[in-house]
C-alpha cells in the first residue's frame, strides 16, 4: 500500500506522543502565552524541520556522541527548565497580553525544535523512514502525529489558566520536569 508509511507514522507518533515532555510542553506554552494559533503554526514549523532532518541529525548524533554525554545533557537541560518555570513573569495573573523578544510562534518553534532532539518521536521518525525509505511520507505522517497529540494540549491549556492560577501551573509543572530530569540522570530509559 503506498499510504502505508503515512498512516503507520502518523499512528505511531501520535500514541507515543501522548504524555511525552512535548505534550506537556505544548500545554505550558499554552497556559503562558495564551495564543493558541502561533503555538499550533510553531509546533508544526519546528516538528517537519526536526522530523525531517531526523534521520540524518538522529543518526549523527547517536553515532557521534556517547550515551552517557547525551543522558547527562538531557537530565541537566529538564533541571534547568525546572528551575525556569519557578521564575515568576511579570504579569501572570492580571490577564494582560504576553510579550515574548522572540515572539510567541517563534519561542514554540525553537522550545520544540529542541525538545524533539533524541525524544523517541524523532528516533521513531529515523526508524520510520529507514524501513520504509520514504522520507517524505514519514515526516508528513509523525508532523501529522505530533499535531493530533499536540493541538488539543494547547486548547486545553490556553483554557486552564482561566480555572487555574498560573503560579500553580508553574509548580506542577517544575515539578514534573524535576522528576523527568532526576530520572534521565538515574539512567531512566537507557
Known amino acids: 500500500?503506498?499510504?502505508?508509511?503515512?498512516?503507520?507514522?502518523?499512528?505511531?507518533?501520535?500514541?507515543?506522543?501522548?504524555?511525552?515532555?512535548?505534550?506537556l510542553l505544548a500545554l505550558l506554552l499554552a497556559a503562558r502565552y495564551r495564543k493558541p494559533l502561533p503555538i499550533i503554526a510553531g509546533i508544526l514549523v519546528a516538528t517537519l524541520a526536526n522530523h525531517f532532518m531526523a534521520g540524518a541529525l538522529g543518526t549523527w548524533i547517536t553515532r557521534t556522541i556517547d550515551p552517557d554525554w547525551l543522558r547527562w545533557g538531557l537530565g541537566l537541560s529538564f533541571l534547568a527548565v525546572a528551575l525556569w518555570m519557578l521564575v515568576p513573569d511579570r504579569h501572570d495573573d492580571d490577564g494582560r497580553e504576553r510579550s515574548a523578544p522572540f515572539g510567541v510562534f517563534g519561542i514554540t518553534t525553537v522550545a520544540f525544535f529542541l525538545a524533539e532532539m533524541g525524544d523517541k518521536t524523532q528516533i521513531a521518525t529515523v526508524m520510520l523512514a529507514a524501513k520504509y525509505d520514504a522520507l517524505v511520507l514519514v515526516t508528513i505522517g509523525t508532523t501529522l502525529g505530533m499535531m493530533l497529540a499536540n493541538v488539543p494540549a494547547v486548547l486545553v491549556g490556553e483554557r486552564a489558566v482561566k480555572f487555574v492560577p498560573i503560579r500553580w501551573v508553574h509548580r506542577s509543572a517544575a515539578v514534573v520536569f524535576a522528576v523527568i530530569g532526576i530520572a534521565?540522570?538515574?539512567?531512566a530509559g537507557r
Do not use: F, N
Not at 1 to 23: C, H, N, Y
Not at 184 to 187: D, K, N, P
Open 1 to 23: 500500500m503506498i499510504l502505508e508509511p503515512l498512516v503507520v507514522s502518523t499512528g505511531v507518533v501520535a500514541l507515543g506522543e501522548i504524555g511525552d515532555k512535548t505534550q
Open 184 to 187: 534521565v540522570l538515574a539512567g
